[in-house]
């Protein structure tokens, strides 16, 4: 966890290693808010893509590295006090060929888009 205590993964659902859904507890009392911003908290961008290469590092079991972003979308802003509880949904492929893993994911609740990621990953 790049984080300390960021957040907690509540829920994994990797039975099926091409539809995995990610339950995550944001710690609203973190100090990063202090600095993102002060009174106004928001997580900052770069936090929700660290999100989805820490859950796909945990449901492959190995230290993966952001190998190209096709696509991010910042849909909306995600204040911890009062959205601490995220979805993530990831649609995986697996290119052997290029050892690449392929992820498209949806960051959601309670009807609300996040944020849109769509890129590779590698083994490190």
Known sequence: ML???FYTITELDSTNKENIKAIISLNKGHEIYKGHFPGNPV???VCLTQLIKEVMEN???KDLSLVHANNIKFM???NPEINNTLQIDLKV???TDEN???VDSVTHYNGTVFYKFKGNFKEK
């Open 3 to 5: 984080l300390k205590d």
């Open 43 to 45: 997580v900052p961008g």
């Open 59 to 61: 449901v492959e079991n």
């Open 76 to 78: 909306a802003v995600v």
């Open 93 to 95: 492929k697996y290119d």
């Open 100 to 102: 690449l893993i392929k």
